[in-house]
């Protein structure tokens, strides 16, 4: 039985459209920027800063602890310190349902939001943020319930009882509606204004901020923090950060109608039957389990992390087996993000950039690197990039076409960079932040060097430097969640110093740290 549903792309790209009204003719005619905002307390002269990062978080609690709440805790001191926190996709999970969001984000990060002292009485669409929260969508934000679970679940029972387990699955009675909820949580949700008077007066107080792609939304922490659109940039001292909704390009392309393909499709669907018979595996074993037994309870633990594993699997073997030859890529924000990228570099007074999307071209977790979503992401950034490289010239070890990308999905925290991959995406910095709560991940057995054929040759395409995630087992199994705090130093070249915080779960007890920083620049 499946567990998740993940809407066609065109469908996603069409509901968020209509959810923000893009280009409504009140919004053409005030000369709006839909993806763009100006965050209002950016009044500082110096150069340097620093922000928070997680993801991978949207999880409650774990048999009696908290992993979301914990990293949530270890970041609070540096809160002051901040001017603002990333979030790299899937803030709610299963299936990023309205439901959830009280459990699994307003009340682990209640300390970020006003009024947090009564998280209880905030409603998830009225959220208002001290620091603010920039996130974007992972694939569980846009999840939906199959249509054997949604009229289970309208039984009112509990869908682990339903499925005679002791999994706690964070499914409710609906999911995402293809992302409704988050972007009635996030976005400006101007499809709420069904008069132009309303619209217009909504538009005439919040887009106010000038900028030279025309006026944008302005930002106000405790007041008014609400996001344009799914993808959307923003400038702060200096440096440009750029947020995309990876979830819209990440379809492969379909098999090919050749023997060869036939074969593939064959093999495919081989796999997924055994995965989805490990996965009625788990479900029996689960309900065996007492969770009140501490050491039973950490391996439902473990059984819940493998059984989300093995549903992402099948969701990348789906989408391999059903993809056709009508299949949408986003081509729109793919040339956003190009021209928007030109214009960076050919403005004098930018001096870095940063990306952050949810799923990671480069990464050493377990089951990511062979995956088909993967291989897509990776091939349609680098056509973006080697298009930029055409226009600005081609990166070198000292000048990358970008700075730093931030990914998530992923359950760990891992560091790795590019060398000359023969592409727009040569000497990156990259860094996937998917450890901030949910189940965590072991590191892939053939270890940190990720090798790819380029025209007939294999070559090393990228090292991991750092990799933090699950390891271990038994009584020496330990669960290393984490954030990030980065500093962004130096007036002329940039460096961020990349600062670890973990929360680690070992032998039942908790046990934060942070460690040693590392310079990226």
């Known amino acids: 039985m499946k567990l998740v549903s993940d809407p066609a792309i065109a469908k996603k790209i069409r509901k968020m459209k209509q959810r923000v009204k893009w280009q409504d003719p009140l919004i053409l005619e005030r000369g709006i920027d839909q993806t763009r905002l100006v965050l209002d307390d950016d009044t500082a002269n110096d150069g340097e800063f620093s922000f928070l990062v997680i993801g991978d978080s949207g999880t409650g609690s774990h048999r009696g602890h908290n992993p979301q709440r914990q990293v949530a805790e270890i970041m609070l001191p540096h809160h002051e310190e ?15 349902s309205s439901e959830y969001y009280q459990q699994n984000f ?10 947090g002292e009564h998280y209880k009485d905030i409603a998830y669409d ?10 974007v969508p992972g694939n569980h934000d846009y999840y939906d319930l199959p249509i054997v679970l949604s009229v289970l679940s309208l039984t009112t029972l509990p869908i682990r009882r339903l499925l005679r387990s002791q999994l706690d699955l964070d499914v409710g009675l609906r999911g995402s509606d ?28 919040h887009y106010t901020a000038q900028t030279n792609t025309g006026r944008c939304l302005s930002y106000q922490p405790g007041h008014f923090t609400r996001l ?16 995309l909704d990876s979830n819209t390009f990440n379809e492969p392309p379909p098999l090919p109608s050749t023997k060869a393909g036939q074969e593939q499709r064959r093999v495919l669907e081989q796999r997924r039957q055994d995965f989805e018979q490990e996965k009625q595996q788990i479900m029996e074993t689960s309900a065996t389990l007492n969770p009140d037994n501490p050491s039973e309870a950490e391996r439902l633990d473990d059984l819940q992390g493998q059984l989300s594993q093995i549903e992402e699997l099948i969701v990348d073997i789906d989408k391999q087996l059903y993809t056709d030859k009508t299949a949408v890529t986003d081509v729109e924000q793919l040339e956003w993000l190009k021209r928007r990228l030109i ?31 993967t291989l897509a992401i990776r091939d349609r950034l680098r056509g973006v990039l080697d298009a930029v490289a055409q226009a600005v010239g081609s990166p070198t070890e000292d000048r990358p076409l970008v700075d730093l990308v931030l990914n998530g999905h992923a359950h760990c925290l891992e560091h790795l960079q590019t060398g000359d991959t023969g592409h727009g995406d040569s000497y990156i910095n990259w860094i996937v932040c998917g450890g901030s709560g949910y189940s965590l991940r072991r ?3 053939e270890g940190s060097d990720l090798r790819e054929t380029i025209g007939g040759t294999n070559k090393l395409v990228a090292r991991s430097h750092l990799f933090i995630g699950r390891n271990g087992s038994g009584s020496k199994k330990h669960r290393p969640y984490s954030g990030l705090r980065i500093d962004v130093k130096g007036d002329g070249k940039l460096k961020f110093v990349v600062r670890p915080l973990i929360a680690e779960w070992h032998q039942r007890k908790w046990h934060n740290s942070e460690m040693e920083s590392f310079v990226i620049g």
């Open 106 to 115: 307003i009340r682990p990060y209640r300390e970020f939001l006003v009024g």
């Open 126 to 135: 009225k959220m208002v943020f001290k620091l603010p929260i920039l996130p």
């Open 178 to 205: 293809t992302g409704r909820a988050y972007a009635k949580a996030f976005l400006d949700y101007l499809k709420l204004f069904q008069l132009p008077s309303e619209l217009a007066q909504h538009l005439d107080k």
């Open 443 to 445: 590191q892939r057995t």
């Open 343 to 373: 214009e960076s570099w050919n403005t004098e007074d930018v001096r870095g950039r940063v990306i952050y999307f949810h799923h990671p071209p480069y990464v050493t977790e377990a089951t990511k690197w062979e995956q088909a979503q």
């Open 82 to 96: 901040c001017s603002f926190m990333l979030h790299t996709g899937d803030v709610i999970y299963l299936v990023g």
């Open 228 to 243: 344009p659109n799914r993808y959307y940039t923003f400038s702060y001292r200096g440096v440009d950060f750029f947020a």
